[in-house]
């Protein structure tokens, strides 16, 4: 079994620089690209910004830019979002995906996107 756990999330001042995580676990064989995307209450799903694990290339959505940085950890099988200057229009669940290869129960290779539970970032005062 293969998931993803993400932490980090809670109650944040605005202004605040909370540093989300998100780490994949089971029998992963390789990671393509991690990414972060978060929804607010009552909008849609949206992207933050992915990562390429070889190379580490790294896109973000124009309205993501300056505030949000995205980082990885290959050893770890990890990404993370830290987030600056929070304001309370941050406020969303933010998802972790992973692009990834993997072993299932019959010890086959194959292709996943997988999805974290979400963590909830509530920016208030």
């Known amino acids: 079994q293969v998931q993803l756990v993400e932490a980090g999330g809670g109650l944040v001042q605005p202004g605040g620089s909370p540093r989300l995580s998100c780490a994949a676990s089971g029998s992963i064989l390789s990671i393509n690209a991690m990414g972060w995307y978060r929804q607010a209450p009552g909008k849609e799903r949206e992207l933050v910004a992915t990562?390429?694990?070889?190379?580490?290339?790294?896109n973000y959505a124009d309205s993501m830019k300056g505030r949000f940085t995205i980082s990885r950890d290959n050893a770890k099988n990890a990404v993370y979002l830290q987030m600056d200057s929070l304001k309370p229009e941050d406020t969303a669940t933010y998802y972790c995906n992973a692009k990834v290869y993997f072993r299932d129960h019959d010890n086959w290779p194959q292709a996943g996107d997988l999805w974290g539970k979400g963590t909830l970032v509530t920016v208030s005062s």
């Open positions: 990562i390429i694990f070889s190379d580490g290339s790294i």
